[in-house]
């Protein structure tokens, strides 16, 4: 009895550590369970519907199970006594078939319903439904809006209130696009196309994770959802056509310059330069630098300098080492001036 009461005892730190790691879940936001978006709130209805049916079988399966064992113990003067030799019973095997394949039936029919409601039909011709081509890429994400001929990374920009058509693929391997507040969870698959909806019903800024091990760096592929008022979405898009604004000292004058030499073949900005990295127009407006590390200047520069260190295994060459200090200095200048929004 003892060594019973010594095992379980052992099994107390390891509660402690799954509170501790449930305690991470409710990171404002990035939360199933908070919902800010109409695909996610059907998604918890569907989550809550199948959590009060498994409480209610643990329930009723825990009471009769107890009633068992109380009831038809073992008592004094028992000891020598075979119990009634049972086999079968027909009434309770069609009660403990038809109760399941009930309880599947009630989780199925709004399952199979929301489906279809989840399912995104490609916008008509002429529907002004919000187009977005996202593609996934080892370790960031690009969105392209191909109706307003814009292109930005790692934050989409989306209006609040209506239902924006998303399009996924990705340009290496299998990644996977999740933003748990506002729903989804769809997988992005080289030379494939999926679809789906995002709807934002407040703005804000939803956390998105890419939820498919992908390599060494799937852990801190974070983008962002930011939904604006569709009026400040509007001027949102009519910023980025017209790109960032220039360059305002000379240092980061010197940034662009030496931008237009080495980086701009891989990254853009506005209408210029190459689609192979993120597209950076207004990399300025960014809270976070490669998705997850605070935006600062000195963060900036350390990445330019050793972007393995920070994100291992992404494709940005370390060329940043053949630039002087002050090089680099100008260059995080010029970056973090790229600004389209307020
Ligand atoms: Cu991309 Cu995990």
Redesign the pocket.
């Given at each position: 009895m003892k060594r019973y009461w010594q095992k379980v005892l052992r099994l107390f730190p390891l509660l402690g550590l799954i509170l501790l790691a449930l305690a991470g879940c409710g990171e404002e936001n990035l939360s199933a369970i908070q919902p800010k978006g109409t695909g996610a709130e059907l998604q918890l209805d569907l989550i809550l519907l199948s959590l009060y049916i498994m409480i209610g079988v643990i329930l009723v399966v825990g009471v009769i199970y107890t009633y068992v064992l109380i009831k038809f113990r073992k008592r004094p003067g028992q000891e020598n006594e075979i119990p009634e030799q049972v086999e079968g019973n027909t009434t309770l095997e069609i009660l403990w078939t038809a109760i399941p394949i009930l309880l599947l039936i009630i989780l199925a029919v709004p399952t199979v319903m929301a489906t279809f409601t989840l399912a995104a039909e490609e916008p008509k011709e002429g529907d002004d439904t919000l187009k977005v081509q996202v593609t996934?890429n080892?370790?960031w994400w690009q969105f392209d809006y191909p109706d307003q001929e814009i292109s930005t990374s790692q934050d989409l920009y989306i209006p609040v209130g209506e239902k924006v058509y998303i399009e996924l693929t990705s340009n290496d391997?299998?990644?996977?696009f999740w933003v748990p507040a506002l729903g989804g969870k769809t997988d992005?698959n080289p030379g494939l196309e999926n679809t789906m909806w995002l709807e934002a019903n407040e703005p804000g800024v939803y956390k998105g994770?890419?939820?498919?091990?992908?390599?060494p760096?799937?852990?801190l592929?974070d983008f962002k959802v930011i939904a604006l008022e569709k009026d400040e979405f509007d001027a949102w898009t009519e910023k980025m056509k017209a790109g960032p604004e220039a360059p305002q000292t000379a240092k980061a004058q010197q940034g662009e310059e030496i931008f237009s030499q080495s980086c701009i073949g891989c990254h853009a900005v506005g209408d210029q330069g190459g689609n192979t990295a993120p597209n950076l127009t207004s990399f300025g407006d960014r809270q976070t630098l490669a998705g997850f590390k605070e935006m600062s200047k000195e963060n900036l520069v350390s990445w330019i300098k050793n972007p393995q260190s920070m994100k291992p295994g992404n494709n940005m060459p370390a060329f940043g080492e053949q630039l002087s200090d002050e090089e680099v200095d100008a260059l995080a200048d010029y970056l973090l001036g790229l600004k389209v929004a307020e």
């Open positions: 996934a080892l370790y391997v299998i990644h996977s992005t994770k890419c939820t498919e091990l992908c390599g760096s799937h852990a592929m």
